[in-house]
């Protein structure tokens, strides 16, 4: 029996066989390259002689033939294998590049292609260990052909033919069809905004109101720029893409006029519903379809730009419940600037958006402005707060101006910008654009011309003066822009009608708690004076002066001609001008200018067409110029907390006064006797908190003698007087 090769044998270079006590020795026998050395021959027939009396070596024969063939064709093999593996190779870099361009259309690699290519790239340097270890092998070779150590030869070899095998598998397996798949469409498409800062409390607010199932429809409402669309960006970006509570998101912006069909079309690409015949469907139609699939579904609608109510269900969408688990979030450059369309869309809960705090103003102003450009020179942080601080916590503001200031490096132009904010805010690069013209869009739509008049005239008061109401509504009336008026409380209704749809709109607010009172935030009082100006090009049409110096050099270059409103407030003013050339000034108020004592004689010489005339809270003013007398189109006069000791008697020549305040004098005044009574159109005539010199009875008289008068505010401190009051049933 023939006893087969061990491992060991083949280390000592001898086979042993033994067969009827006869032990044949084959000494080194694999240290021939057997099938091409010329005693192979010899060997062959000695074995087949052998074979013949022991019936042996045909066994050892094919046994080694076998395995001497990894030997005999490493060469071959070694070739085989490399051109095998650069057509891999090429393959490889096909497929590859198949799968990147569909990866870069958003597609998804099969597994089955990203297993292959992952095993290819393993192999490949299988291989190329396999080829180097090969080719030293085949150096090492005596006379190039006989191996120096059989048993390394063997296993190189053995493993050169299963890795060809190996690459002629792989080279079948890589000819895919297709490589990618279109990718699931992700719940949330993520959407470009600006860095948010300080908002926090409302995103975290408006997270809890998602999650709560009591609530499904929310409205955010705030004024111009201050950040809702962000917000609103914010929570589709960061919050709903964490959420496993929907099963499909939907953005939509709709703008004015709202378009059913484009909204449809959105609904329809975001549901992927089937395109077939989408053309050919009637609105309704579509609106049934998207129905019926969104009524399966737990979805988030969130809608910007809504400039009015939406009929949800023409829409296609249906109303959110405790069923459904939906949600309706909506806000909007001008939307939810007014409340009513929060009320009109049954907003179960509405959120105002507030300007940013001092500190988170700040913080946004610095990161739009740089570092670079803050640390520039030592005086620029220091301005650089002041402009951020006169931004008044607006986050378009702080944007606008912040890009504005990047790299500049000149405090003196920091300087400049400071004056500009408070004086001339168009002159800063991109406020027009990039901020009046947004904000206009609420201004745009307000309903008629007269509410766009009435919101104008509230920019002549000073920035961070806080308006009382009923003096707005009156100033209105005295301008006309309420139109005829016949009963005052009636025309007063209808200011209040307009101060709240105002509120609405958020360009002005009410003051805290009091309702008495609202105030205009600096930005929208600087855009109210842009609009008049005719968008900046008109500039005169309007002005609001913080300072005498700027009037006394408008009035030199004849810069007033074309001035319609001014507004003059200036503690250390002490004198105007002589006279002030103002041809078509309508509205005029000088208010707080604690300096001034009179007017020239000859000051509203040239100023014929004033309707208002506003002149309270100058205290130390102690006389009128008699030429107040000429300004026979004024309908509304204020003198409230002047020191004006007597009234001037030209004043009976005011046949179109409608509105005359005298409340809390700084001094007793006296009223000339038939002044009142010579006021034809009188029909309010205040006179609270006020002493005067005349007889009260004598002026309830002349009170009581005009026919058109509505309402009378005075002080009795007398019980003749009380008694005067009683007897009249007019008053």
């Not at 960006?233 to 959420?243: A, D, E, G, Q």
């Not at 023409?314 to 949600?327: C, I, L, R, T, Y």
């Not at 105002?502 to 004076?529: F, T």
């Not at 034809?680 to 008068?709: A, C, Y």
Request: aromatic share 8%.
């Amino acid at each position: 029996m023939a006893c087969l090769p061990s491992s060991s044998s083949f280390n000592s270079g001898l086979f042993k066989f033994t067969k009827c006590s006869a032990v044949i020795h084959l000494s080194s026998l694999f240290h021939l390259r057997l099938n091409s050395n010329p005693f192979f021959c010899y060997f062959r027939k000695a074995m087949e002689f052998l074979s013949s009396i022991v019936g042996l070596i045909p066994c050892f024969y094919d046994h080694t033939s076998k395995h001497t063939v990894y030997i005999r064709d490493l060469k071959k093999n070694l070739q085989a294998l490399s051109k095998e593996t650069v057509e891999l190779n090429n393959l490889y870099e096909d497929v590859k590049a198949r799968v990147e361009g569909a990866e870069q259309r958003q597609m998804m690699r099969r597994k089955e292609v990203g297993g292959w290519i992952c095993e290819v790239e393993v192999m490949v340097t299988e291989v190329q260990e396999i080829l180097q270890k090969g080719d030293q092998e085949i150096q090492k070779r005596c006379l190039g052909c006989c191996p120096r150590n059989c048993w390394s030869s063997y296993k190189i070899g053995k493993a050169v033919r299963e890795k060809l095998v190996a690459v002629s598998g792989q080279i079948g397996k890589g000819h895919f069809d297709v490589v990618a798949e279109m990718l699931p469409r992700p719940l949330v498409d993520e959407l470009p905004m600006e860095e948010t800062v300080g908002s926090e409390l409302a995103y975290g607010r408006i997270c809890g109101f998602l999650k709560d199932p009591q609530v499904g429809i929310m409205g955010l409402y705030g004024m111009g720029g201050v950040g809702k669309t962000t917000l609103l960006k914010k929570i589709h970006n960061n919050f709903l893409p964490t959420s496993s509570d929907f099963d499909v998101v939907i953005w939509d912006v709709v703008s004015k006029p709202s378009n059913v069909e484009k909204i449809h079309k959105v609904l329809w690409n975001k549901l992927q519903l089937s395109r077939d015949g989408w053309e050919c469907r009637s609105t309704k139609e579509k609106a049934a379809k998207i129905l019926r699939v969104l009524k399966t579904k737990k979805f988030v609608l969130l809608l910007d730009d809504i400039r009015e109510r939406l009929d949800l269900l023409e829409m296609g969408v249906p109303h959110p419940d405790a069923q459904n688990k939906s949600k309706i979030t909506f806000s909007s450059l001008f939307t939810t600037r007014s409340q009513d369309v929060c009320r009109q869309m049954q907003a179960q809960e509405s959120i105002k958006v507030e300007c940013l705090s001092l500190e988170a103003a700040w913080t946004l102003f610095q990161k739009k402005v740089g570092e670079e450009t803050l640390k520039s020179h030592p005086h620029i942080l220091r301005l650089a707060k002041i402009v951020a601080k006169e931004c008044k916590g607006l986050p378009l503001a702080l944007v606008t101006v912040g890009r504005a200031m990047v790299g500049e490096k000149d405090p003196s132009n920091w300087d400049k910008v400071i004056q500009d904010l408070s004086k001339f805010p168009t002159e800063i690069s991109g406020m027009e654009d990039e901020l009046f013209n947004k904000l206009k869009v609420s201004y745009d739509r307000l309903s008629d011309n007269a509410i766009k008049s009435c919101f104008i005239h509230c920019s002549l008061f000073s920035e961070d003066v806080v308006i009382r109401i009923e003096t707005l509504i009156e100033q209105w009336i005295g301008e006309g822009l309420l139109g005829e008026v016949h009963d005052i409380y009636e025309v007063r209704n209808q200011g209040h009608k307009i101060v709240k749809k105002l509120k609405h709109a958020c360009l002005v607010e009410s003051y805290s708690l009091r309702e008495k009172w609202v105030v205009m935030h600096d930005v929208i009082h600087d855009m109210a004076l842009w609009l008049y100006g005719e968008c900046g090009k008109e500039k005169n049409k309007i002005l609001v002066y913080n300072d005498v110096f700027r009037l006394k050099e408008a009035a030199k270059i004849s810069e007033l001609k074309e001035t319609e409103k001014m507004s003059l407030w200036d503690q250390n003013l002490e004198k105007f001008p002589e006279t002030l050339m103002c041809p078509n000034l309508k509205t005029l108020f000088v208010r707080r200018c604690h300096q001034l004592t009179k007017f020239s004689s000859g000051f509203f010489q040239f100023m014929p067409l004033i309707r208002v005339l506003n002149l309270a809270c100058n205290d130390n003013l102690s006389e009128l110029p008699i030429g107040i007398g000429e300004l026979n189109d004024l309908r509304y006069l204020n003198l409230s907390s002047t020191r004006i000791r007597e009234l001037p008697i030209e004043l009976k020549n005011l046949k179109n006064l409608m509105i005359l305040h005298l409340n809390s004098m700084q001094s007793p005044v006296t009223i000339p006797q038939d002044l009142i009574s010579n006021l034809i159109s009188l029909k309010l005539f205040s006179l609270w908190n006020t002493n005067i010199l005349s007889r009260v009875e004598t002026l309830l008289e002349e009170l009581e003698s005009l026919n058109d008068i509505n309402h009378i505010r005075i002080s009795i401190s007398s019980a003749l007087s009380l008694n005067r009051l009683k007897r009249s049933h007019k008053l």
